[in-house]
T-cell receptor
Framework: GENVEQHPSTLSVQEGDSAVIKCTYSDSASNYFPWYKQELGKRPQLIIDIRSNVGEKKDQRIAVTLNKTAKHFSLHITETQPEDSAVYFCAAKRSIYSGAGSYQLTFGKGTKLSVIP | DGGITQSPKYLFRKEGQNVTLSCEQNLNHDAMYWYRQDPGQGLRLIYYSQIVNDFQKGDIAEGYSVSREKKESFPLTVTSAQKNPTAFYLC??????????????????FGPGTRLTVL
């Protein structure tokens, strides 16, 4: 099955600096890679996603890159702010087709990002 | 994300008891999921359902049961057979979008979660 590794497990940056979180996946047929942000005690919320036919996607201060050959994808946050402090999860969609309307995600173990004012 | 609700927010269970966690969505999503979250473990899939009256085991289904009698509801029962049930439980739902390249997964929306503690 799919295996997703996420690094680092914790990351501290100064406000205004950039943060990069990296994930690798094992199933070369995986084709959808979302990133979720989870604030303490709250639900995970999708912040950006990328599909395998795209190499990079940006949304304001957040960008995700995908290298299909190397089977890794990364989240980049520029000009970090204290409100970016949270746990970030990467995920990969398994290639197994589960039927119309459903799909299975394998999640990384998360990165706790702390932005120091 | 306000379209998915979970109750209760906190739940305490005595050893040997079964408890049921509620999940309701009004997003008209066909697929619903249950995940378990433990510190440092990420999210692990317990069960998922593609359609009413159908559900499939995920990676850690042992000690859990579900039902899907209505499209809007996907309750999870944590049975006494689950040896370590203390965790944060998240329900989610999703839908596919049809694009020029065929069906593609849209966002998976999570509920606010239920924190279960075994006393």
């Amino acid at each position: 099955g799919e295996n997703v590794e996420q690094h680092p497990s914790t990351l501290s940056v100064q406000e205004g600096d950039s943060a990069v979180i990296k994930c690798t996946y094992s199933d070369s047929a995986s084709n959808y890679f979302p990133w979720y942000k989870q604030e303490l005690g709250k639900r995970p919320q999708l912040i950006i996603d990328i599909r395998s036919n795209v190499g990079e996607k940006k949304d304001q201060r957040i960008a995700v890159t995908l290298n299909k050959t190397a089977k890794h994808f990364s989240l980049h946050i520029t000009e970090t702010q204290p409100e970016d402090s949270a746990v970030y999860f990467c995920a990969a969609k398994r290639s197994i087709y589960s039927g119309a309307g459903s799909y299975q995600l394998t999640f990384g173990k998360g990165t706790k990002l702390s932005v120091i004012p | 994300d306000g379209g998915i609700t979970q109750s209760p927010k906190y739940l305490f269970r005595k050893e040997g008891q079964n408890v049921t966690l509620s999940c309701e969505q009004n997003l008209n999503h066909d697929a619903m999921y249950w995940y378990r979250q433990d510190p440092g473990q990420g999210l692990r899939l317990i069960y998922y359902s593609q359609i009413v009256n159908d559900f499939q085991k995920g990676d850690i289904a042992e000690g859990y049961s579900v039902s899907r009698e209505k499209k809007e509801s996907f309750p999870l029962t944590v049975t006494s057979a689950q040896k370590n049930p203390t965790a944060f439980y998240l329900c989610a739902s999703s839908i596919f979008r049809t694009t020029g390249q065929g069906p593609t997964p849209a966002s998976k929306f999570f509920g606010p979660g239920t924190r279960l503690t075994v006393l």
